[in-house]
């Protein structure tokens, strides 16, 4: 067993693990975050994506002990005093989920696309930036105006937070 | 109407607790003291088994028990069963080989279960299953659909010769021999209906638990019907009686049919947590979700349509090998027939239909109902052939379809079905507008004329839904009845419990079914709370598939709600003291007649219980009533999708630009909803069509067992979609619902295939219709254009 110690969604969060342990495992076996969910197991289904220092990772492919100190947020993480992320919001209000399976890792990607593309994103780079995540109910149409939606309004929360 | 009401696309309740991880799936749930279950699999497609030796696998780190199909046999446990009754043109039953949950001295196909290692933990039983030396006598595999019927063949079960299963008819077959021996046209069709992996993105999962202090017995598991899970496991396979089995179906990642049925995992599982006395918990990974979910469509098809002199059918004919795989899943037995051969009328008046279907086995993964299950099939036969037979006679798609609808209902098909509402032309009508039929020339001009290939295809699709009038299908073979049941629980506040056998596995029906509760009672919709998915807590009920919990769920809801208002008003009028004749309810507040005198909802639900107003002899104290509702007739939603594609003839890459549906499902309750199911049944289409194909090799290995080689429909894949309905209200049910969830998946592959081949100006395009195939079919119509 190896000592693994991480942030997790801000909190100090440890374990001793198995060193093949991987982070999904560490996230719901350990730390009971189960909203990261496995859909497959060669990396396709996104199911499993988090924010690893920031960026978005699959947590079905790193090892728990490989990220001794990173800082992780789940789905868990997103929302702030009781408020959904703009992302989340957008999920809702465009009905971008049916089962739900999905939706942690779509979201994830999402919020990581605004990252590194901007908010104005159009259907084409979506549905690309999209390949990564799979999604057997919706037939993707309505997660991609969430992803739209979402975005515009995390430019605007960002601005909004900017000037206070 | 209201902001909660019918018709309100109201924001789901669900999606909150989806979109903050906080969902409860099945492997989200660990009980304590929990072992795992590893489910070693035949890595054969046929082979006996000589010989399982699994000491050294005992002595494994971890290990707590190791069980085989012996064991379960000794404790008398019974195989999995198929809950549908065929019988044959000659009438003998169906042949269904014996199913056991672990395999007893033979296994049938790769991934079939040959014995369960149980351990401290999911890796610990993994390594000690690795551990199992099986001596496996291989035997050659029978694969191939159009094939294992014919002699000489490997033979699955020894009761079925000729791996045949089934020889079933339906139809008149001299009214229809009579009708091609007059046809001025004949059209002639082969086509295969391409087998499909479901892949809901959870996989399937089971936690079984015993407690042995009441000898009773709890299964959590992703099923979309856990009362018919609970009445199988206990009524056909023997693990406890009903009243000691609680079967939970918490949060479900997706079904689409394939966590209808009762399988072996689940199965062992709640059996081997008894044997062990410790809860065992068993999720699939995707590999096996590939290999051992029941697979879908799977059909080799010969079909022919008589026409008229001026165009008009006068007979189909349709002959279809039907592959069911190694065993008979739950219900795969009505698949290939009652839910096929009946919707083969299309939305035509065909007066004379004959068709006959062979059921057979193969040393493939059993196949059942995946979304549509069978009116896909019939769907693709009839608007392929429907379609080709407008173009060899040289008429518009559109109006020859239109010259041969359905237009006056109720409609008698020649094959049971009677349909009873619809209109078929006007859905047609605004789907040729709302596609802009009229400028597809000019497209196809300004296409060609960057060398592109453009194409447009129709699909006027109808299903039999609202799964189902229970005599009815007790008459064709069914081994259950198909109602559905609600209880309405109405606390002394005035919030609202409703208990329904329906399951929501992405429905959204704690939103949908609290709309309806919302506008009948006019109490906020936020007062009501929607409950399923547990045999403990909801009395019975059938579950969700067929397109039924609007249909036949919401209507049983519906008629324990006029209950509750009967009640209510009888509590009202003694309230009020007034004759309950005199008492009128609307917008949740109960008035005397021709008074000012009123109560509202909340108040007579206090009163009912404090039962200080009227004498709790005559009147019962309380308020909640529970409905079964059996519906009386199918439904029959229908509609035309509409694709139009264009396609690069030197790569084959195609791109969908235009999808427009127009469907009618009888009244809405959400349409957001609503729409959302038909985009992601059209995608699911779509994925049949252009993309997804399970593929066995002839020695019976999945080459398709991972989402690297099986291809999902990605959101690059697909474009955004148009979609539009009409209404025509289900006469059958008193809300007016057809049924939404399975169309999309339904009308879909036949307007793909029917846009590419009215592209490449041939009819050879197989599904699934891959760049690579395109590509093929491009260059064919190329090189024929240029001997031309």
């Known amino acids: 067993m190896i000592h693994v110690s991480m942030i997790v969604n801000g909190k100090a969060a440890s374990a001793d693990v198995d060193s093949r342990t991987l982070l999904v495992q560490f996230l719901r076996e350990n730390l009971r975050l189960t909203g990261t969910h496995v859909g497959c197991d060669t990396s396709q289904c996104g199911a499993c994506v988090v924010h690893v220092d920031g960026r978005a990772i699959k947590s079905c492919t790193a090892l728990a002990v490989s990220l001794e100190g990173a800082e992780v947020t789940t789905i868990e993480g997103l929302a702030k005093g009781g408020k959904l992320h703009p992302m989340q919001q957008a999920f809702q209000d465009n009905h971008g989920l049916q089962c739900g399976f999905c939706t942690p890792g779509m979201i994830m990607s999402a919020i990581d696309m605004v990252n590194r593309k901007g908010s104005h994103l159009d259907e084409h780079t979506i549905r690309e930036e999209l390949d990564g995540n799979i999604c057997r109910c919706t037939g993707y149409h309505n997660i991609v105006k969430s992803v739209a939606q979402g975005a515009r309004e995390m430019a605007t ?3 909004a937070k900017a000037a206070e | 109407m209201s902001a909660t009401g019918i018709g309100a696309s109201v924001k789901r309740t669900e999606d909150i607790r989806f979109i903050t991880g906080k969902g409860h799936y099945t492997d989200d749930i660990n009980r304590h003291g929990q072992a795992y279950a590893y489910f070693l699999r035949s890595p054969h497609a046929h082979a006996t088994i000589n010989k399982i030796d699994a000491s050294a696998a005992l002595k494994a780190p971890g290990v707590v028990a190791i069980f085989t199909g012996d064991d379960i046999a000794a404790d008398k446990v019974g195989g999995l069963i198929c809950g549908w009754m065929i019988h044959s043109k000659d009438g003998s039953p169906m042949k269904a080989g014996a199913h056991p949950a672990l395999a007893q001295g033979k296994v049938r196909y790769v991934g079939d279960h040959v014995a369960v290692v149980i351990a401290d933990t999911y890796a610990q039983a993994r390594e000690a299953g690795e551990k199992i030396v099986v001596d496996y006598g291989v035997l050659p595999a029978a694969t191939d659909t159009a094939t294992t019927a ?21 139809g008149d077959k001299a009214a229809t021999d009579a009708a091609f021996a007059a046809a001025a046209h004949v059209t002639k069709l082969d086509l295969i209906n391409n087998r499909l992996i479901p892949n809901a993105m959870e996989p399937r999962a089971a936690v079984g638990e015993y407690d042995s202090g009441t000898d009773a017995l709890t299964l959590y598991t992703t099923s979309q019907n856990p009362h018919v899970a609970r009445l199988v496991l206990s009524a056909f396979i023997g693990i406890a009686p009903e009243h000691k089995l609680r079967v939970i179906a918490p949060d479900v990642g997706g079904g689409f049919g394939s966590k209808i049925f009762i399988y072996a995992e689940e199965t062992v599982c709640v059996w081997a947590a008894k044997k062990i ?18 697979h879908g469509r799977d059909h080799v098809t010969h079909a022919e349509l008589a026409l008229d002199v001026g165009g008009k059918i006068t007979g189909l004919r349709v002959h279809t090998i ?8 739950t219900f ?3 698949v290939p027939t009652y839910l096929y051969g009946l919707l083969l009328s299309g939305q035509y008046n065909i007066p004379a239909i004959y068709c006959e279907v062979d059921a057979v086995y193969t040393n493939t993964a059993p196949v059942d109902a995946y979304r549509g299950a069978g009116r896909p099939e019939a769907t693709f036969v009839v608007e392929r052939i429907v379609e080709i037979a407008a173009r ?36 047609l009508d605004k789907a040729l507008a709302l596609a802009d039929y009229k400028g597809i020339g000019a497209r196809k001009a300004a296409s060609a004329a960057k060398g592109k290939l453009r194409g447009i295809g129709f699909s006027a699709y109808i299903e039999a839904c609202g799964l189902a009038p229970s005599a009815a299908v007790g008459s064709l073979g069914a081994g259950v009845g198909l109602w559905e049941s609600a209880e309405v629980r109405v606390n002394p506040i005035g919030t609202v419990e409703v208990l329904t056998g329906s399951h929501s596995h992405g429905q959204g029906h704690e939103t949908t079914f609290a709309q309806l509760v919302s506008q009948r009672l006019g109490i906020p919709f936020e007062n009501v709370s929607i409950v399923h998915g547990d045999t403990d807590k909801v009395q019975m009920g059938m579950g969700t598939y067929g397109s039924r919990s609007g249909a036949v769920g919401m209507s049983a809801v519906s008629k324990a709600l006029d209950k509750i208002e009967a009640k209510a008003k009888k509590v009202a009028g003694h309230v009020l003291e007034a004759s309950e004749q005199d008492i009128e309810f609307k917008d949740g507040k109960f008035t005397v007649k021709g008074t000012d005198k009123a109560i509202d909802f909340a108040s007579v639900a206090l009163q009912a219980y404090i039962a200080h107003k009227f004498n709790g002899q005559e009147l019962e104290p309380g308020l909640k009533e529970t409905a079964f509702w059996d519906p009386t007739n199918f439904t029959f939603p229908a509609g035309v999708h509409i694709c139009e594609l264009e396609i690069d003839p030197e790569t084959g890459v195609t791109t969908i630009d235009r999808w427009t549906a127009v469907d009618d499902f009888g009244a809405l309750i959400n349409p957001m909803i609503v729409e959302g199911q038909v985009h992601g049944g059209v995608a699911q289409g779509i994925g049949q069509a252009m993309l997804e194909g399970a593929v066995y090799n002839g020695d019976g290995q999945l080459l398709t067992a991972s989402f690297m080689d099986y291809c999902m429909p990605r959101a690059d894949d697909l474009p955004s979609f148009r979609v539009e309905t009409i209404e025509t209200r289900c006469p059958s049910n008193p809300l007016g619902i057809k049924g939404c969830g ?47």
């Open chain 2, 392 to 427: 060899q006679l040289g008429r518009d798609p559109g109006e020859f379809r239109r010259a041969n609808f359905v237009t006056s209902f109720p409609h008698q098909t020649p094959v049971i079905l009677a349909y009873d509402a619809g209109n078929y032309g006007g859905a």
């Open chain 2, 277 to 294: 006395d410790r809860p065992v918990k068993w999720t699939a990974d995707r590999t096996e979700a590939f290999l051992s979910d029941a």
């Open chain 2, 322 to 329: 039907a592959n069911l795989g190694a065993y008979l899943s």
């Open chain 2, 332 to 334: 795969s037995s009505s």
């Open chain 2, 742 to 788: 399975e169309a999309g998946a339904i009308a879909a592959p036949p307007a793909v295939i029917n846009a590419i081949t009215d592209a490449v100006g041939h009819e050879d395009v197989a599904m699934p219709a891959t760049a690579q195939v395109i590509w093929r079919a491009a260059q064919k119509a190329i090189l024929k254009r240029a001997a031309e």
């Open chain 1, 157 to 159: 929360a960002g601005a």
């Open chain 2, 150 to 170: 014919k002699p000489g063949a490997p033979q699955v079960h020894d009761v079925a010769p000729n791996n045949t299963v089934y020889n079933w008819h339906i």
